[in-house]
């Protein structure tokens, strides 16, 4: 949701930068096929630590 924002064919519209928190899991600023195999490494584990990304 963008509040006060109106959409119109042929205007641009930007938005501020979104912070998607655990996204990252290897912390590289992206959010990829390199997180979702980290992800996907860890299917069905039990819970573990993790660090936050920077």
């Given at each position: 949701?963008?509040?006060?924002?109106?959409?119109?064919?042929?205007?641009?519209?930007?938005?501020p930068a979104l912070t998607l928190p655990f996204g990252?899991?290897?912390?590289?600023?992206?959010?990829?096929?390199?997180?979702?195999?980290?992800?996907?490494?860890?299917?069905?584990?039990?819970?573990?630590?993790?660090?936050?990304?920077?």
């Open positions: 949701m963008i509040p006060l924002t109106e959409v119109a064919i042929g205007r641009v519209l930007t938005v990252d899991a290897n912390g590289d600023g992206r959010i990829d096929i390199l997180d979702l195999s980290m992800a996907a490494a860890n299917f069905s584990d039990i819970i573990k630590t993790m660090a936050l990304p920077h």
